[in-house]
């Protein structure tokens, strides 16, 4: 192991360290007993020298969508336009405080009410709040709206959610979390919904639908006005998860499709950054019924003036301050950038590039659902599978081609589902590559089996024991062996 491969403990010596100011230039601070350490802190001592070379050696063994392809299915991981990066460090955005008066912060509130009336204008919907900080907590916003509406009609008996077996996996857990309880039906082979399990589970104490479209198997739910009029007519509501909303950015509209509610995943569809679990963003919108349950507080405009205004019937705040404002601004200048004549480019490109994946590898891969998709498309696994090679196999070994692996093993409903997105940013050339090395492997786990089922073999850490890696995770130093 090469001297900086080591953790940053291991290449700690005593006594070594950066720069120290010194104490006499300092304010002195009493600190109060009840928060001072006890014990000294154990923190590695090391110069800045190795500090800086340690994190930067650390940081070239990442991979995201700015060192190769990222085709994970149902996460749309395009690439983030740097101009969005560098508008929302810009100082008067960077350095402002969450606590500051509405009145020095017009720039940033108009920055919030033009987003929300944009995100109205792409999804249909009347009105948006930026309150919630991720995309599951848009869809807990947006089921906690679901709740409030039917409580306010005196209806409080609906209390089950149906989610169809080829959701999300967020949709059961939100709803649970919201105290719903979740009645799951089964899709149609493609993933739409089975319109007679649908009617079969419509009873008085259902209080809504959670769908998706195109759905995950990159599927356009064909029957959606007519899975609207029977959810509405049952009295309940529609709820949209938007985490594909990317395949119909100025095509469709969730509103026009008869959704009531609908969470957006800015980190998704619109270019800001979601690796390693964050930043996110899950604005909330709704339909003109249901305004008032939005989460408070939203922002108004009144003569060039920007303000916060809540609302009686409001679900509550969300969190204590108003969203990842620089999330917002990110999203922000990537639909300023497009603007309103090139943003119905996106859906088409992206689907144009799943379409072309798929088509050049369904006479290798089991692709169940054979017909044009969407945005994104699930193959079942080998044609071949003679050698016993899964769906894992062939990720992990992708991996040594220098490519991220696509989702596996979602949605449920296939047994060796591998579900591919490319984005509408990729080009021929990254797409032919891709391929390429898609046909590789397949050969590899023919000719050589053992080799594919040890994959991968040029990465920094090999093939781990993932279920020991979940039930029993190292996270200190000294728990290391």
């Known amino acids: 192991m090469k001297y900086y491969d080591k953790l940053i403990f291991e290449i700690s010596e005593e006594n070594r360290i950066g720069y120290n100011l010194e104490k006499k230039n300092l304010p002195k601070v009493v600190l109060p007993n009840e928060i001072k350490r006890t014990e000294k802190a154990e923190l590695p001592e090391v110069s800045e020298f190795d500090v800086v070379r340690h994190y930067t050696n650390v940081s070239q063994k990442n991979f995201g969508v700015e060192t190769g392809f990222y085709p994970l299915g149902s996460c749309t991981m395009k690439y983030n336009p740097k101009i969005n990066d560098e508008l929302a460090t810009l100082s008067g955005f960077a350095n402002i405080h969450p606590l500051q008066p509405v009145e020095t912060v017009q720039g940033l509130l108009k920055i919030y009410h033009d987003t929300q009336k944009m995100l109205s204008e792409i999804s249909g919907l009347t009105a948006y709040s930026l309150n919630p900080f991720a995309g599951a907590h848009g869809e807990l916003a947006g089921l906690m709206i679901i709740k409030a509406y039917h409580q306010k009609n005196n209806d409080p008996k609906r209390n089950k959610i149906i989610v169809p077996d080829s959701a999300h996996g967020t949709n059961p857990a ?11 039906i089964k899709s149609n082979p493609d993933g739409t919904v089975n319109l007679e399990a649908l009617k079969a589970v419509l009873t008085d104490e259902i209080a809504g639908l959670m769908l998706t479209n195109p759905n995950t198997a990159g599927v356009f739910e064909k029957d959606i006005l007519e899975v609207s009029r029977l959810v509405h007519e049952a009295g309940g509501l529609l709820y949209y998860d938007g985490a594909n909303l990317n ?7 969730p509103g026009d499709m008869g959704f009531d509610i609908t969470h957006i995943n ?24 249901l305004t008032s349950f939005l989460p408070n507080p939203i922002v ?11 609302s009686n019937d409001s679900i509550g705040a969300l969190g204590q301050f108003y969203g990842n404002a620089s999330v917002y601004i990110r999203a922000y200048v990537y639909m300023m950038t497009l603007g309103r004549e090139n943003m119905s480019d996106i859906g088409p490109l992206a689907v144009l590039n799943a379409n072309y994946i798929k088509d050049s590898l369904k006479d290798l891969f089991v692709l169940p659902i054979d017909r044009p998709c969407m945005h994104e498309f699930v193959f079942d696994g080998l044609i071949d599978s003679s050698t016993g090679i899964k769906t ?32 509408e940013v990729e080009s021929k050339e990254t797409l032919d ?12 786990a023919i000719d050589d089996p053992e080799m594919v089922k040890s994959a991968p073999h040029n990465t920094i850490v090999r093939r781990l024991d993932e279920v020991k890696a979940a039930r029993n995770p190292i996270v200190k130093f000294r728990d290391i062996k």
């Open 174 to 184: 939100s709803a649970t979390v919201c105290g719903f309880d979740v009645v799951e």
């Open 247 to 253: 395949a119909l950015l100025g095509k469709a509209k």
């Open 266 to 289: 800015l980190h998704k569809t619109f270019s800001t950054p979601h690796g390693g679990g964050g930043p996110g963003s899950g604005p909330v919108g709704v339909c003109e019924k």
């Open 300 to 310: 108004k405009e009144k003569e060039g003036i920007y303000y916060f205004e809540n």
């Open 392 to 423: 894992l196999d062939l990720a992990k070994r992708l991996l040594d081609y220098g490519f991220h692996a696509p989702t596996i093993y979602f949605p449920l409903i296939f047994s060796q589902s591998m579900m591919i997105e490319p984005t």
């Open 433 to 444: 590559e891709f391929i390429n090395v898609m046909r590789i492997v397949a050969k590899e």
